[in-house]
């Protein structure tokens, strides 16, 4: 099954909302209802790229030197290790201050992008997989498979690196892979 879903525009007055990815929605034995970008978006990739083993000791960032920019997709694996929450900055500034975060926080079993929130439960030692679509100011979040989440976000046409992070504990990037 196939299902278009509407981003909303969060009160923006000039900006309503947009209509999201597709995306393929499966039920498979567990009962845990699946949803995930579909097959064909992947037609659009262009000038990969591969990291892996990265690894962020608590409080640091690691801002990706390989790929940057405003029209992205990345795929990320990390382990669950102890971090109490750890995430992705998007659009960036050169300080890594500015942006809008992507943040797991398996603690509180939630998934964050900017203000929105959605549950996202982990089972224990569960990795964390995430496909972020980063289109100008939509930026759409597929974790695990279980999730998703999407939202517009203004931000200075300089500001487009991409910044991993994580909180009291060090995380590690298992496979990182990005696309134009």
């Known amino acids: 099954r196939v299902m278009w879903a509407w981003c909303l525009g969060g009160g923006n007055a000039l900006w309503e909302g947009i209509q999201s990815l597709p995306r393929e929605l499966s039920l498979p034995e567990d009962g845990t209802l699946r949803i995930k970008p579909v097959r064909e978006l992947e037609q659009l990739r262009c000038n990969p790229i591969r990291e892996t083993g990265i690894t962020i000791t608590p409080g640091q960032t690691h801002r990706l030197a390989s790929i940057s920019g ?48 959605a549950p996202f439960a982990l089972a224990p030692e569960e990795d964390i997989q995430l496909r972020i679509f980063i289109d100008r100011r939509i930026v759409e979040v597929f974790a695990n498979d279980r999730q998703s989440v999407c939202k517009q976000h203004a931000y200075a046409p300089e500001d487009v690196g991409i910044c991993l992070f994580g909180e009291k504990a060090t995380i590690l990037v298992k496979e990182l892979k990005g696309w134009q």
């Open 70 to 117: 405003d029209a992205v997709e990345l795929a990320l694996t990390l382990a669950q290790g102890a971090a109490s929450r750890y995430g992705v900055k998007l659009h960036a500034d050169p300080q890594n201050r500015q942006g809008i975060d992507l943040i797991v926080d398996p603690a509180n079993q939630i998934l964050q992008l900017g203000e929105t929130i």
